[in-house]
């Protein structure tokens, strides 16, 4: 096909998409692939919240009352599992798709085909992970980090299954990432630096990289499973001259940096949206990539803070110890830039910004407890207790969860061209609010008190802040359904929305109509008239 034949064929496709299911299953489309990760990950999260809620009931007061101790574990660990690599991770790769191309001025993401492949191979796992429970034996119940040999000795027959699942999760990670790579490094609008890019673009280039470099550790470590369970080998059994320490290693140097994959785009969006509500530049633009390249850097180094009760020498538990107290520098010069951008602005609080202001309160309570878990001697008495849940959900909750609310009311009216219902927006803001806290909050002092995690019945001193927790995992949970009411209503139409949306907003993405095209940027747009955000 000569080049103006090509020309006039992909316009003839312009005005809009293929119809009915054969839109979605061949669709090369960035913003079609970004809604469809959404779509898949807000039913994973509602999923995940489900089994949470099952747990939840089984805590609510002493006693074994709905589920058998087996059927429990499998809770915990379905949960983690489709809450980590079905709801969090997959919500921000949807939003790279569909905001990463709008915001350096890209037609589409480097490679569309592929984009294609790397989602639609995910709800496959997921049906087949998801179809564990259902099984001989049920489903996995070792916990959401697998440790061998409870997993590989003693776990049930489906854990072959699940392992081939997390197989294919990876590859689409890699897949996304790369992806995410070429884009941003190839398909930059002229006058597009490195240094003019919005920080969500430069959170998720760094997120890229450390997904490429720790998700093959995490295949690896799965396939070692693999041959101690059906080929004879024991890389995990002692008794056969393996180590199970190994695994733990293993597993958490492919697990730490996976936490800051999951929160560092939840930085950047935050950086996009506390600009715009407080109408002032982000405060110290250049300070905020270094501090991320730092973290990514550091969260590399610092993978056996989790294992500090495995009977590590000394000088291991003291370069973890310090190594972890490090990376709270670079997290506290992201807070203090937040603060410092809001401080003296003219601020508004649409639902975007509470929910942001929310993350910076909420997430850097997640970092005290953090810095607290690091500290060696201490941590053996929190250890495998309610203070660990507490952490980390505070991390990953009120942190990556409620960024992703921000973000989903920030561009929605980009994406649909109307404005969300800002009442029902704020009402689903203060029960989710009110909600996190009375889920997590109880669970430190729990933790402080002695109780173990993963365990179905408790004694009886641990009961009236079980059933507080308990109460504000129902209200959070039932309150997301406001979420899906808002979204479903806003996508049917109202007050229309203008091209700009958000008063302070800076960036290309808001230089193109409300809802954005289907195919936009055919001409690159010139970058260098955007001010550095």
């Not at 689409?172 to 609008?189: E, P």
């Amino acid at each position: 096909m000569s080049t103006s034949a090509a020309l006039d064929h992909s316009h003839d496709h312009h005005h809009g998409p293929a119809k009915g299911i054969t839109r979605w299953l061949f669709t090369t489309n960035h913003k079609d692939i970004g809604s469809m990760y959404l779509w898949f990950s807000f039913a994973m999260f509602l999923l995940g919240g489900t089994f949470a809620l099952v747990i939840r009931a089984e805590l609510f007061q002493p006693g074994l009352q709905f589920v058998d101790p087996s059927f429990f574990n499998q809770m915990t660990t379905m949960h983690g599992l489709v809450m980590v690599f079905g709801a969090v991770m997959p919500a921000f790769v949807g939003l790279a798709n569909w905001m990463i191309p709008l915001m350096i001025g890209a037609p589409d993401m480097a490679l569309p085909r592929m984009n294609n492949w790397s989602f639609w191979i995910l709800p496959f796992a997921f049906a087949m992970m998801v179809s564990t429970l259902f099984m001989e034996g049920g489903g996995p119940n070792f916990g959401w980090t697998f440790y061998a040999p409870l997993s590989t000795t003693y776990g049930p027959p489906s854990t072959t299954f699940f392992i081939f699942a997390v197989h294919i999760l990876g590859a689409s990670s890699i897949m996304g990432a790369i992806n995410v790579i070429a884009t941003i490094l190839n398909m930059r609008a002229p006058g597009m630096t490195l240094m003019k890019m919005p920080l969500f673009v430069w959170t998720w280039l760094i997120t890229a990289y450390l997904l490429i470099a720790v998700m093959p550790v995490l295949a690896g470590v799965v396939t070692m499973m693999l041959f101690d369970i059906h080929f004879g080998t024991a890389f995990f059994d002692a008794a056969g001259g393996g180590d199970p320490v190994l695994f733990q290693h293993l597993f958490w140097f492919f697990g730490h940096p996976e936490v800051y994959i999951m929160i560092l785009p939840a930085f950047g969006i935050v950086s996009a949206i506390i600009p715009t509500f407080a109408r002032k530049r982000l405060f110290g633009y250049d300070s905020m990539v270094y501090a991320t390249a730092s973290i990514a850097f550091l969260s590399f180094i610092v993978w056996a803070h989790h294992m500090f009760t495995v009977g590590m020498p000394l000088a291991g538990q003291l370069f973890f110890m310090y190594a972890t107290m490090l990376i709270a520098v670079p997290t506290g010069v992201k807070v203090f830039n937040w603060v410092a951008t809001m401080f003296r602005g003219s601020m508004t609080f649409e639902t975007p910004m509470l929910f942001a202001i929310a993350f910076v309160v909420l997430f850097t309570i997640g970092g005290f407890t953090g810095v607290m878990l690091a500290i060696t001697p201490v941590d053996f008495q929190y250890h495998d207790t309610y203070f660990v849940v507490a952490h980390f959900h505070y991390v990953l909750v009120p942190g990556a969860v409620f960024s992703l609310m921000a973000a989903v009311y920030y561009w929605l009216p980009k994406w649909t061209g109307y404005m969300y219902d800002e009442t029902l927006g704020k009402l689903h803001f203060w029960l989710s609010f009110i909600g996190v806290n009375l889920l997590f909050f109880p669970q430190h002092f729990l933790g402080l008190a002695g109780m173990p995690r993963r365990i179905p019945d408790y004694a009886l001193q641990f009961a009236d802040f079980n059933w507080i927790s308990s109460v504000g995992g129902f209200l959070f949970g039932f309150s997301q359904l406001i979420l899906l009411f808002v979204v479903i209503k806003c996508v049917r139409g109202g007050k229309k929305a203008t091209a700009q949306v958000w008063e302070g907003a800076q960036g290309l993405e808001w230089t193109v109509p409300s809802p954005a095209p289907y195919h936009t940027f055919e001409t690159p747009p010139d970058a260098s008239l955007i001010k550095a955000q």
